[in-house]
């Protein structure tokens, strides 16, 4: 076959049809993936809940605007017996060293937090990623913690949380997501929305 | 052309990394450790591998005035299957390598094998061009993330072997131009280069 020549209805005809096919061929692929995609973040997500509040047998989901910023986060309430046990509450912060970090954090219905996990981030490779509970304990030390009583804040702020060795930015913009999450929930900490709709 | 040549030529005499040191972006960017580095470079043989054999069983319906734009729309495709795919299926690697995959596109070694080579020879040679090259890419990547990963975390392949933090400099991004410099230094002269 003879190259074609490049002439204008030629070029115009040969662009339609590497495109259109390449469009073709890509929605066949995303619709294959489409499935398993959105299982697994969803599967990811489940799990970050369970991992960050007690055990329960009912979820409700509700957003809620936090003081500053202006995307809302997403309450999950966790009922066991038709009894609020604990809240899950997606938070985020834009602070981080690479920006965007997102991380559940698990309150009891008190305001005690109960558990943190990392959800997404894009922190330094071996310092930064310690925020994350399989690279180190680092978040363990929320566990229990009470911002009521104690300051969200690293001891090098006058506050009451261990900092990351070379990763400060890091851990200080992990505790502006908590303490968003927080913020959030004592300026919403309102019985009526937190009871279990029948 | 000799096939044993072409392969020759894609993993050691003309290395994408250690002597055309082309797609310097992922190799400095991702090769923070050797499970990454590998990844990306399956990743990047396989969008070669597929973007040869299309461009060069396309070459003669392509116009030459149009034959760039159409090159990228064909790359481009096979770069969102690679990223799709692994989203849906290796979620962990994604979530590694997620930022990096949509810059194969912009990879000046795949466009550059599409345009000097696949273009101009038949499938077979095509293919067997972006296979070796891939190859190539793929141990250089997996090199450098391997040299990286045991002097700055000591361990190789997640698995620890001394204990402690490792040297920091060679997780950052420095570690990456010195690492790459002295590896390509020691590569060129196991070839005979210089």
């Known amino acids: 076959m003879a190259k074609r020549e490049s ?12 495109a259109g096919v390449a469009a073709f061929t890509l929605s066949m692929v995303y619709n294959v993936t489409k499935g398993p995609i959105e299982r697994g973040r969803y599967e990811r997500k489940q799990a970050a809940i369970s991992f960050v509040v007690p055990e329960f047998d009912q979820l409700k989901s509700k957003n809620f ?11 999950n309430l966790a009922y066991k017996n038709g009894e609020l046990v604990g809240i899950a509450v997606q938070t985020y912060t834009n602070t981080g060293f690479s920006g ?7 309150f009891y219905p008190d305001g005690t937090i109960y558990d943190v996990v990392h959800l997404e981030h894009a922190e330094t490779p071996g310092l930064g990623d310690k925020i994350e509970k399989d690279k180190s304990d680092w978040s363990d030390q929320f566990k229990d913690f009470d911002p009521s009583e104690k300051s969200l804040k690293l001891k090098q702020d006058q506050g009451d949380v261990d900092g990351i060795t070379a990763a400060t930015i890091t851990a200080r913009a992990y505790c502006d997501a908590i303490n968003r999450a927080y913020v959030t929930l004592t300026e919403n900490i309102d019985e009526s929305h937190f009871k279990l709709e029948e | 052309m000799n096939k044993i040549k072409i392969i020759k030529k894609g993993i050691i005499t003309d290395n994408p990394v250690f002597v055309l040191l082309l797609g310097l972006c992922p190799v400095l960017g991702v090769t923070t450790s ?34 760039i734009p159409s ?30 995959i949509p810059l194969i596109v912009v990879n000046c070694l795949v466009l550059g094998r599409s345009e000097a080579f696949a273009s101009k020879n038949d499938t077979f040679s095509a293919v067997t061009d972006g296979l070796a090259m891939g190859i190539g890419f793929t141990l250089a ?9 045991i002097l ?16 920091l400099v060679f997780v950052l991004a420095p570690g990456a131009f010195i690492g790459l410099g002295y590896l390509t230094a020691i590569f060129l002269k196991l070839i005979g280069e210089r």
């Open chain 2, 71 to 100: 090159f990228i729309v064909v790359i481009a495709s096979f770069v969102t299957i690679v990223q799709l795919t692994m989203e849906a299926f290796l979620p962990d690697l994604f979530d590694a390598l997620g930022l990096f």
């Open chain 1, 65 to 75: 605007l936090p003081p500053e910023g202006r995307d809302s986060l997403e309450f």
């Open chain 1, 100 to 106: 965007y970090i997102s991380a559940m954090v698990g």
């Open chain 2, 152 to 167: 700055g975390s000591y361990s190789l392949f997640g698995y620890s072997f001394i204990e402690g933090d490792g040297m």
């Open chain 1, 7 to 18: 002439t204008f209805a030629n070029m115009v005809s040969t662009l339609l049809i590497v």
């Open chain 2, 34 to 67: 050797a499970y990454n580095g590998f990844g990306m470079g399956l990743a990047t043989l396989f969008v070669l591998f597929m973007s040869n054999l299309v461009v060069s069983l396309i070459k003669n319906f392509i116009p030459n005035k149009v034959r």
């Open chain 2, 141 to 149: 990547l997996t090199a450098l993330g391997g040299l990286r990963e």
